[in-house]
């Protein structure tokens, strides 16, 4: 115990010397800041600097400038430029550390989200110790440290039809690297609405799409997609997984989208979609339709001329987060506690996790036997179901209980109504799920 | 290749493939004596190859929103859409939108 003592207080002393280290480079980077300040006021020390372009930006930058798909004249735009990140995750980092990067004047940053520790795989600017920090804030000190001579602009707000065109007007193109269908139909409309092109990407599993929209007399999001699509058959980066590297190349190709819009030397790609497919490892790029003269908001006689309610034309929340789901009576569920306390006394139970394989694969419960919730149904499921139940059971059916548990407690509720159909027995979910395991009975058990 | 056969390949993607048994590309060969449009291919897969309910992959008689159609690399929209006569050695792909990030 005094071992356990020791390290703590060693643990204690760490962190105050780290909270003060962290306090002196915001005062030392302040005084930089200060510096910089003053010297851009004078720059009358014998330094010749062409009309725009620093000493230092010269140094900086002479290798992209001397590429004629920039130039000087195309750095000097980059420098006068801003540009709008919605979304500061796997799309969001890549594009504005290249953004960053190549000396891109203003970089406004939009997230209400915090960093935890399953975005660190892939949204690489956000670093181990800004876990629980807001996004756009972790994001801006990567920015800066990679390039302190930017305006960086941060948004810790929902992006929503009541900010977006007020936030939209300061920039000159939207990069949206968002995670839903109701954001994009945001982005979309409010890009529209408010004139900039918008560079759009997405990317989900081992794929990654982009295209530009908005673009001179190019298609907008509407154009392609009037309609939204079934909520059910959307899937998310946290549902379905996402392999790093991917949306990484996507958002780095977002800023080089970003970098044609603004010299006006590459191509852009407006009525044109890229695809990458990063098991197949092919890029596609396909030819899209052009501007739909009956488009709802980009048309000739546009009926829509203002911000909507998207979570409602969507049919689905501005996340890509599972929201409750609440279909089973208070008396059909119990609470991980419960579980832990029927597991403890050895009391009759099944209990059942109808994750997917691979999920069951990475964490489990010792006492839980895996049927994924889409198998349930399928004839092979109800006999094996039945035999395990009748092992489970015995002779003291009456005593007996099924138990279901998943991620966060939404399929088990489907499941049970299944099971409920299936064995004639008590049936019932672990509310919360694995995460709520987690965090009433085992804090060992990992969150993801 | 015999000649009274049609060849041509569907391709599915972002997605879509979940539908299909999680299928990518799927060879497909029909007699050459019928026509084949792309209205009567959609028809065709959701009875033969879908494995999901048919309301993610079709509304009426077309593709549901979110998914978009290609010939050769083309949207459909350029072209006939479903009244598009399937040629021999076509690539027909479908393609769900990417809205993660």
Not at chain 1, 255 to 265: N, R, S, Y
Not at chain 1, 426 to 433: E, L, S, T
């Amino acid at each position: 115990m005094n071992k356990q003592l020791e390290i703590d207080n060693l643990l204690q002393s760490k962190e105050r010397e780290i909270a003060e280290l962290k306090n002196l480079l915001d005062q030392k980077n302040e005084e930089i800041e200060q510096l910089r300040k003053s010297r851009i006021k004078y720059p009358s020390d014998g330094v010749i600097e062409s009309d725009a372009l620093s000493k230092d930006d010269i140094e900086r930058y002479s290798r992209q400038m001397i590429v004629p798909a920039i130039g000087v004249d195309g750095q000097k735009r980059l420098k006068k430029a801003s540009v709008l990140v919605v979304g500061c995750g796997g799309l969001g980092c890549p594009a504005a550390q290249y953004m960053a990067g190549c000396g891109i004047g203003r970089i406004g940053l939009v997230d209400y989200d915090v960093v935890e520790r399953s975005n660190l795989h892939r949204q690489l600017l956000h670093a181990e110790f800004n876990l629980g920090v807001p996004k756009v804030t972790s994001l801006a000190q990567a920015l800066l440290r990679l390039n302190s001579s930017l305006k960086i602009d941060e948004y810790n707000v929902q992006l929503s039809s009541a900010n977006a065109l007020e936030i939209f007007a300061k920039y000159d193109i939207i990069v949206d690297a968002s995670d839903n269908v109701a954001t994009r139909y945001l982005v979309n409309d409010a890009a529209v609405l408010s004139g900039r092109p918008l560079v759009s990407g997405g990317a989900v599993g081992c794929e990654g799409q982009l295209t530009v929209y908005n673009y001179k007399d190019g298609p907008c999001y509407r154009c392609l997609f009037p309609e939204p699509p079934p909520p059910e058959t959307v899937s998310n980066c946290s549902d379905v997984g996402v392999v790093g590297p991917v949306p990484g190349c996507i958002g780095v190709l977002q800023a080089l989208q970003v970098i044609h819009i603004i010299t006006e030397k590459g191509e852009v790609a407006s009525g044109k979609l890229l695809l990458f497919d990063g098991v197949s490892f092919t890029f596609r790029s396909i030819r899209l339709r052009g501007k739909s003269p009956t488009c709802k908001i980009c048309g000739s006689e546009p009926t829509i001329t203002q911000l909507m309610d998207y979570e409602q034309f969507c049919g689905s929340p501005a996340n890509d987060k599972d929201s409750g789901l609440n279909i089973l009576d208070a008396s059909e569920r119990v609470s991980p506690v419960f579980l832990e306390q029927a597991i403890a006394k050895k009391l009759p139970l099944l209990l059942i996790d109808v994750r997917s394989p691979v999920e069951f694969e990475m964490c489990r419960l010792p006492e839980s036997t895996n049927i994924p919730l889409k198998l349930l149904n399928k004839e092979e499921t109800v006999d094996q179901l039945k035999e395990m139940w009748a092992t489970v059971a015995g002779n003291q059916n009456a005593e007996s209980r099924v138990y279901l548990v998943c991620r966060r407690g939404n399929d088990s509720q489907l499941g049970v109504r299944r099971v409920q159909n299936i064995l004639k027995c008590q049936v019932f979910d672990v509310k919360g799920g694995l995460h709520a395991w987690s965090r009433d009975v085992d804090p060992s058990f990992p969150i993801y | 290749m015999n000649t009274e056969q049609l060849n041509f390949t569907v391709e599915f993607s972002g997605g879509a493939e979940l539908l299909f048994n999680k299928e990518k590309t799927h060879q497909v060969c029909f007699p050459s004596v019928e026509e084949w449009t792309i209205g009567k291919l959609l028809i065709w897969l959701r009875d033969n190859k879908l494995t999901e309910r048919p309301e993610l992959f079709m509304q009426g008689d077309t593709v549901r929103p979110g998914i978009l159609v290609l010939v050769n690399d083309t949207d459909w929209e350029l072209l006939d859409q479903l009244n598009y006569k399937i040629a021999r050695g076509d690539s027909i792909t479908f393609i769900s939108t990417l809205h993660g990030g």
